[in-house]
């Protein structure tokens, strides 16, 4: 399956400054959503915030799609969720600027749908868990479609951290939302697919022998033959007989 992607960008001092501005804006917003978080959480405890959760399956439950990340149930938990949205809104910000505004809100009511729809009558559930499992599945989901280097390298990078939240899109513990992992994770894969050419690629390394006006005499010995220059040993037809030998130079 062939997937367009978009057109490189050059590999300029400009584009480099611009990419540690990137780094920097991620990382400011990546702690404004954490503080906002905090403030929410210590502003919990003054009203009752039940009615700002999700409930399954009630229609006054539906307010809770919007409200319920804001909301955690303890400081261990706002503590987790803070620091998986830390990193990998940093990461995913960094990469991919343009798709990961594009597709917050995505996440945001993919995880409060799952919880709503797939989750148990009577129960209510809260936490920003549920985005932080759309911005890994965004992450890791654009770099299997765009499969430039750092798309790759983000994609390892969020497995590396967070390589357990595959498993935790599934049942597994008790008072874990797991529906809202699931739905935050169906939309990080959709908001891959729909924003892959928000963001331009990267800048691809170019050899010598691409370059028209650039003579082989001084190419670089490191580099990798040109395609049309590397020999064919042996082309298999449908009259080659069984076991074929084929005989390399002596390099001697």
Partial sequence: MHLSTPEPVPDTPQQRTADRRRLQRALNASLAAVLVLAVAFA???TFDWRPLAIAPHAWPGLIGIVTAP???GSPEHLG????ALLLLGTL???VYPRATVRALPLLWLGSGLGAWMLGEAGTRHLGASGVAHGLMFLVFGLGLLRRDRPAIAAAM???FLYGGMLLTVLPHEAGVSWQAHFGGALAGLLGAWLFRRSDAMAPRKRYSWEEDDFPD???????????DDVPVLWIRTE?????VVVRLPNRD
């Fill in 43 to 45: 502003a919990q405890h």
């Fill in 70 to 72: 804001l909301l955690h």
């Fill in 157 to 159: 990078i969020a497995f």
């Fill in 217 to 227: 005499s001084a190419a670089d010995p490191l580099e990798p033959p040109r395609p």
């Fill in 239 to 243: 009259t080659s007989p069984g076991p």
């Fill in 92 to 94: 995913s910000g960094m």
């Fill in 80 to 83: 987790a969720n803070a620091v």
